[in-house]
């Protein structure tokens, strides 16, 4: 099957020399757009969900976009991708099969990416071993593995998932998958037998989903913990305010207490991922001062009151 190139400058609407943090903000504008929990075209806001991830997922990370870059627009016309390095191969396996490879559907990520920038691949599960004097041999048959896209949401209540696996013989299967409640980033879901076949009377090998967290416009993942940028106005961060911030278990409240410095971590507890011991992390909400671009007359007005009637000094604010 051909392999689609996907443009990720322009899946986020940025250039090619965009700065890394343009690239943040491109993703987080269109990722809180059509986050499937907000947007009111369901269906086809999940695809364009999961583009947008993927587009981030390359060009987010700095050395995969460096790989992405050097793969370029011709990658088709020039004998393939680079040499796989680390987890950038791509993930197909060669032995006996004249270098055809399984190809999955529903991981959420396209086949251009999992051919080059996934972890997946196929290798021997294995070793031969005599079953017959003759020098017949057994042998396990291939493990394959791929990775598997899941929304924070969806590792945190669990879900259902489709999956559809292509063998190097043109045969396809599709299995119904269910993602558990309180997975990890790097776990793997094992189908047993569902790889490729054993030779000799052999067992089949498995296949192993490995879990990726898809980005979240709103928060970032530390271990168990979430992390959450609270813009506030300064007047905000002076007198103190009760704001509404999301979670992965819907809005909450929170108390920012009078004098609050930008950088300060305000947390909720309970409200993060699930950790390795099953037990909920926290969402700390880092506070981000915020000023206005531009004022009216009557506000500079104000702000120059402000300014002559108080005696804080931020440069020497004893």
């Known amino acids: 099957m051909s392999v689609k190139f996907q443009d990720y400058y322009e899946t986020l609407g940025v250039s090619r020399g965009a700065t890394q943090e343009e690239i943040k ?24 969900f999961k583009q947008i991830n993927e587009a981030y997922e390359v060009l987010g990370d700095p050395e995969k976009r ?9 990658w088709n016309q020039t004998g393939g991708p680079p040499p796989s390095e ?13 270098g055809a490879s399984f190809e999955f559907g529903g991981t ?20 031969p071993r005599s079953s017959r004097p003759q020098g017949s041999f057994q042998q396990r048959g291939h493990d394959v593995e791929a990775d598997i896209l899941v929304s924070l949401e969806d590792a945190l209540h669990g879900s259902q998932r489709s999956i559809t696996l292509r063998r190097p013989d043109g ?16 776990q793997r879901i094992r189908l047993a037998g569902k790889g490729g076949p054993g030779a000799g009377g052999a067992p089949a090998g498995d296949v192993y989903l490995s879990i990726r967290f898809a980005r979240h416009p709103e928060f970032q993942v530390d ?3 979430l992390d959450y940028d609270l813009d506030l106005a300064p007047w905000e961060a002076v007198l103190g305010v009760e704001v509404k ?3 992965l278990d819907g809005p ?38 915020q000023v206005p671009d531009h004022s009216t007359a009557e506000e500079e007005e104000l702000w120059k009151k402000l300014a002559a009637a108080s005696n804080f000094n931020p440069r020497n604010p004893s």
Do not use: C
């Open 25 to 48: 903000k491109a993703f987080r504008k269109l990722a809180r757009t059509h986050h499937p929990d907000v947007a009111k075209d369901k269906a086809g806001s999940e695809e364009k």
């Open 66 to 74: 460096k790989r992405y870059d050097e793969l370029g627009a011709n």
């Open 86 to 98: 680390g987890g950038f191969g791509g993930w197909s396996w060669e032995p006996n099969e004249g």
């Open 108 to 127: 959420g990520f396209s086949d251009f990416f999992e051919r080059y920038f996934s972890g997946a691949q196929g290798g021997f599960g294995g070793s």
């Open 171 to 186: 045969t396809a299967d599709t299995f119904d998958i269910r993602i558990p409640a309180g997975l990890r980033e790097g």
């Open 223 to 225: 271990g168990a913990d």
């Open 245 to 247: 911030i999301s979670t």
């Open 252 to 289: 909450a409240k929170l108390r920012v207490p009078p004098g609050t410095e930008s950088g300060t971590r305000l947390r909720l507890k309970g409200r993060g991922m699930t950790g390795k011991d099953k037990q909920r992390g926290d969402l700390y909400a880092i506070v981000h001062i």
